[in-house]
């Protein structure tokens, strides 16, 4: 990589840790400027037009940065035909919680960026998505039979679920725990209901 290619990615990796650094200190989207952006970074306006057309596209950038984060993080483990046992744990629920982690401004900053569809709305629509061309689940044969698309989303919605309530309680649990609690709600079975009156 030449000087010229680092200086590049050097601005562009700075204007999008200015604008999560916006997000993160509760500036909303629609009042955040590339004025605002640009003086932060300490360079012109045109610098910023030359690697984004306004700040939708920055955001939309930083979305993909994050889709192709963890969207590494669910394919990695597995190789194309291979069949996978699972015995309860599925190999790529370590590697989301890690992916997360270890892009903690990144995911926090989205969070905060409420543009539909939402990080978690994305998240959801790419991980459904692999496991219904890229990943096959195959279940135990169970009476009734379970239907895969809805077993399919309810298992995304969980995770999907719980990786928000970990975002939005600023990553109190570490990426090990988190993922050790997700394994066990697959054997985990609720016995009884316990009804309190107020």
């Given at each position: 990589?030449?000087?010229?290619?680092?200086?590049?990615?050097?601005?562009?990796?700075?204007?999008?840790?200015?604008?999560?650094?916006?997000?993160?200190?509760?500036?909303?989207?629609?009042?955040?400027?590339?004025?605002?952006?640009?003086?932060?970074?300490?360079?012109?306006?045109?610098?910023?037009?030359?690697?984004?057309?306004?700040?939708?596209?920055?955001?939309?950038?930083?979305?993909?940065?994050?889709?192709?984060?963890?969207?590494?993080?669910?394919?990695?483990?597995?190789?194309?035909?291979?069949?996978?046992?699972?015995?309860?744990?599925?190999?790529?629920?370590?590697?989301?919680?890690?992916?997360?982690?270890?892009?903690k401004q990144l995911f926090s900053a989205l969070d905060r960026l409420?543009?539909?569809?939402?990080?978690?709305?994305?998240?959801?629509?790419?991980?459904?998505?692999?496991?219904?061309?890229?990943?096959?689940?195959?279940?135990?044969?169970?009476?009734?039979?379970?239907?895969?698309?809805?077993?399919?989303?309810?298992?995304?919605?969980?995770?999907?679920?719980?990786?928000?309530?970990?975002?939005?309680?600023?990553?109190?649990?570490?990426?090990?725990?988190?993922?050790?609690?997700?394994?066990?709600?697959?054997?985990?079975?609720?016995?009884?209901?316990?009804?309190?009156?107020?």
């Open positions: 990589m030449n000087r010229q290619e680092k200086k590049r990615l050097k601005t562009i990796a700075t204007i999008k840790i200015v604008f999560m650094e916006l997000l993160l200190e509760g500036v909303v989207f629609e009042d955040i400027t590339v004025k605002e952006i640009t003086e932060r970074a300490d360079f012109n306006r045109s610098t910023f037009y030359l690697y984004f057309q306004d700040k939708h596209e920055l955001a939309e950038s930083l979305f993909n940065e994050a889709l192709q984060a963890y969207t590494h993080a669910v394919m990695s483990p597995y190789e194309e035909g291979q069949i996978v046992g699972l015995d309860g744990d599925v190999p790529s629920d370590r590697l989301i919680f890690d992916c997360i982690a270890e892009n409420q543009i539909p569809p939402t990080i978690y709305e994305r998240m959801e629509q790419t991980c459904l998505a692999l496991f219904s061309t890229n990943i096959q689940l195959v279940q135990e044969k169970t009476e009734p039979s379970i239907d895969y698309n809805l077993f399919l989303h309810y298992q995304v919605a969980a995770m999907i679920g719980l990786i928000k309530y970990w975002i939005r309680n600023n990553f109190e649990e570490t990426a090990p725990y988190m993922t050790e609690q997700f394994r066990s709600f697959y054997t985990s079975r609720v016995k009884t209901m316990n009804i309190t009156q107020k």
